[in-house]
């Protein structure tokens, strides 16, 4: 969690920023690996008898499984939220995808939630639940709920959501008279 004062604004800065990690996730994507190295294994060094159709399916079995664990445990390693004058911007992973970007007109509320946990959403990641809405979840612990303008919720799991609800709840309130703020 960091809060980066780019201006002269006494109470807030102009940009806050802030981060969640599991490393956890970081185990998964050895899995993800070992299946991926098993794969190319088997490509390069098989004595198969059975015929090339069982081993091209084993091959591209555990390729396509070893890279879709490590894209998908990758991506959600960490989260990070970012929040300046106009908008909400959610990053997920290192190369940040997927990504979300939240203009403040859309937002009419945000809240802190003490206990977010992968179990309410269904797993780690990137989430929707027709009753909860949408959030990204990257590991059990404090969040930021924003109440959208079309009655939805997004959650985000990051450190310092108290300070980040602050931080929301005064560009709320410092929209322009007759905004959907």
């Known amino acids: 969690m960091r809060e980066h004062p780019r201006g002269e604004h006494g109470s807030h800065p102009d940009v806050w920023t802030g981060r969640a990690t599991n490393r956890v996730q970081w185990l998964l994507a050895l899995g993800g690996a070992a299946c991926l190295a098993l794969g190319i294994e088997l490509a390069v060094d098989s004595s198969w008898t059975n015929g090339i159709a069982p081993l091209v399916m084993a091959v591209v079995g555990c390729i396509a499984a070893g890279l879709l664990v490590l894209f998908g445990t990758l991506a959600f390693v960490h989260v990070a939220l970012k929040v300046d004058k106009e908008s909400l ?66 959650t ?11 931080v929301i709840k005064s560009r709320l309130r410092a929209g322009t008279p007759g905004t959907a703020h």
Do not use: M
Not at 111 to 137: D, H
Not at 157 to 166: I, M, Q, S
């Open 156 to 166: 985000i799991t990051v450190d310092n959501a108290e300070a980040a609800v602050r």
């Open 89 to 154: 911007e959610v990053r997920c992973g290192h190369i940040g995808v997927p990504r979300r970007r939240i203009p403040l007109s859309q937002v009419v509320g945000a809240e802190f939630a003490p206990y977010v946990t992968p179990r309410q959403w269904g797993g780690w990641g990137y989430r929707w639940r027709p009753e909860k809405g949408t959030a990204v979840v990257v590991r059990c612990g404090e969040g930021v709920v924003l109440q959208l303008w079309d009655g939805h919720t997004f």
